[in-house]
């Protein structure tokens, strides 16, 4: 089991500039997520999905776009990349619903100049 | 709306001994878990102790455990025996039933254990 894996591990974007943040899983759970983390402030619920079709909205999803298409995938979009996106990434992933345990991703640092 | 508040930034401790970690929450649920989550320098965020809300006892896990006071609203962590392997940031988190199926994180107590 690869468990939780996620590109890239590093990200460099211009203001303005979109891109995709990959996320896989391999465990067959249902519960996805995205997190973002800044220093003093924790991890912040972006969006996340409690299976194939159905994604909602955590507590800060603006600038971010996700889909669920399979059990296996949760991409993170940004549509046009801001300063104050600069953050590290992490998704996770849950067997049913965030009372599971939670199994991280390694993280993507996203600088956005 | 839930929230959780971990009031100490950072911590130390001496190698062996013991620390305990602060937490605290506020949910109007009834159902609900807690959890301390440990982030070392490589990233990756792993469980280290859950708590459900209804169970009267305190959770443990080897050296790690919890004080649970349920009415106090207060999750602190216990790390007895500190290892060098300890030193990490740790999360708090809570999970509420009704709450969208959202996990809320604290802001973190980074811990560094002193040889």
């Known amino acids: 089991n690869a468990g939780v894996t996620q590109t890239p591990k590093f990200q460099v974007l211009k203001t303005g500039q979109s891109m995709t943040l990959q996320c896989a899983q391999d465990?067959?759970?249902?519960?996805m997520s995205w997190y973002r983390q800044d220093p003093g402030m924790g991890l912040r619920l972006i969006h996340y999905?409690?299976?194939?079709?159905?994604?909602d909205q955590g507590e800060v999803p603006n600038g971010y776009n996700v889909s669920r298409s399979t059990t296996e995938d949760f991409p993170l979009r940004l549509l046009s990349a801001a300063p104050s996106q600069t953050s590290v990434y992490f998704c996770?992933?849950?067997?049913?619903?965030?009372?599971?345990?939670?199994?991280f991703g390694p993280g993507t640092r996203l600088t956005v100049l | 709306a839930q929230t959780v508040t971990q009031s100490q930034p950072e911590m130390s401790v001496q190698e062996a001994e013991t620390v305990t970690l602060s937490c605290t929450y506020d949910?109007?649920?009834?159902?609900?878990?807690l959890f301390w989550y440990k982030q070392p320098p490589s990233r990756q965020m792993i469980l280290v102790i859950r708590?459900?809300?209804?169970?009267?006892q305190n959770a443990t896990e080897n050296r790690f455990s919890v004080n649970f006071q349920k009415a106090a609203k207060s999750f602190s962590l216990k790390i007895s025996d500190s290892q060098l392997g300890d030193a990490a940031m740790y999360f708090c988190?809570?999970?509420?039933?009704?709450?969208?199926?959202?996990?809320?994180f604290g802001g973190g107590t980074r811990l560094m254990v002193k040889p």
């Open positions: 996770a992933s849950s067997l049913l619903a965030g009372y599971n345990e939670q199994f």
């Open positions: 465990m067959n759970h249902e519960y």
């Open positions: 999905s409690v299976g194939a079709g159905i994604t």
């Open positions: 949910t109007s649920e009834s159902d609900y878990y």
């Open positions: 708590q459900e809300a209804y169970k009267q």
């Open positions: 988190a809570l999970w509420g039933n009704n709450a969208g199926n959202m996990l809320t």
